[in-house]
């Protein structure tokens, strides 16, 4: 049976529906609109002036919640190419864009990663964390498939796109040679991250931490008394001394940890905000995916005791990009 707000949203993409797009002219920039932050800024950083790209999802949004709007509708249904990450995350949104692949190019980049490299999700078979922009080495993939997607879209300008994406895939390559050497140093004993959700697993598996996170892979799910209970128990245990909240979830779950630990006589502190599902401001370094990456690096290994340059691999945190 077809719900109400599947029906509400069919309706509105057939609305808006037109013919299938011709190739983009050689005069013409390419329309992209990106569901997070961190496709669209890869897709800028492709595309240079040759592509306009839209984000849906600004800082602090989540994207596993994110319900989209008839703007957004109307943007994806005009634009060239849509691109989204895929692989659940953006779960609300799932019935809209499978209508819009009727209608114009969408493409799940995130599903450019193969299988093997992928996290298998922990309650659902065939399922896969698609958290996959917390290991640079897995966004290469990503970054590789969003030039594809535009050459297919705007052949003519496929040199300037292979150009682009070469630059980028050599500053993605030194952002994984600084974030080995920075959280290497932090003690193999300390190399333990808590935050609010599992968004970092395959941070995890990159660097050699153990991630924990109070909710699942999806924000959608609820942290019961009885895992903060053992979380707890957990940090006590183990004398773990800092925990870590994120930007775009609440940190309500990290202060019950906190005031639970205090309870049983270990402090723990808030080791630094980190960005998990959304960047930071527009404008700012940490509003780029590399200065995304980067500040999660260095707030993880400065608060777990590493040796990290204050301001980050090329010295920009907390300036503007």
């Known amino acids: 049976m077809i719900t109400r707000r599947r029906l509400l949203t069919f309706t509105a993409v ?3 529906a037109v013919a299938p797009l011709p190739v983009v002219a050689a005069d013409t920039k390419l329309s992209v609109v990106a569901t997070t932050g961190m496709i669209a800024d890869t897709a800028r950083r492709i595309g240079r002036d040759l592509v306009e790209v839209r984000a849906l999802m600004g800082p602090g949004v989540d994207p596993h919640a994110y319900r989209q709007t008839r703007t957004d509708i109307v943007a994806m249904s005009r634009a060239d190419l849509v ?11 799932e019935d809209v864009l499978s209508d819009l692949a009727s209608r114009t190019t969408v493409r799940a980049v995130a599903e450019a990663v193969s299988q093997g490299k992928l996290v298998a999700h922990d309650d659902y078979a065939d399922r896969f964390d698609p958290h996959v922009w917390m290991d640079p080495t897995l966004w290469r993939d990503v970054a590789i498939d969003i030039r594809d997607a535009m050459i297919e879209a705007a052949p003519s300008s496929r040199q300037a796109f292979e150009a682009n994406a070469e630059a980028f895939l050599a500053e993605l390559d030194a952002l994984a040679a600084y974030s080995t050497k920075a959280l290497t140093s932090v003690p193999e004993e300390a190399r333990v991250l ?11 598996r990159a660097y050699g931490f153990e991630v924990t996170g109070i909710q699942g892979i999806s924000t959608e799910s609820e942290a019961g008394l009885n895992r903060i209970t053992k979380l707890v128990e957990m940090l006590v245990d183990r004398k773990i001394s800092a925990v870590f909240v994120e930007s775009s979830v609440s940190d309500r779950s990290i202060r019950a940890l906190i005031e639970g630990a205090a309870a049983g006589g270990h402090e723990i502190r808030i080791g630094g905000e980190l960005y998990s599902d959304a960047m930071g401001a527009p404008g700012t370094y940490e509003g780029t995916y590399i200065g995304m990456i980067d500040h ?11 040796s990290v340059p204050e301001r980050g691999m090329s010295g920009k945190l907390g300036s503007g990009s």
Not at 83 to 93: D, K, P, R, T, Y
């Open 14 to 16: 057939a609305a808006l």
């Open 296 to 306: 999660n690096v260095t707030v993880i290994t400065s608060g777990l005791g590493g």
């Open 83 to 93: 691109l989204w990450n895929g692989l659940f995350l953006e779960a609300q949104m």
């Open 194 to 204: 808590v935050t609010a959700h599992d968004a970092f697993n395959y941070f995890g």
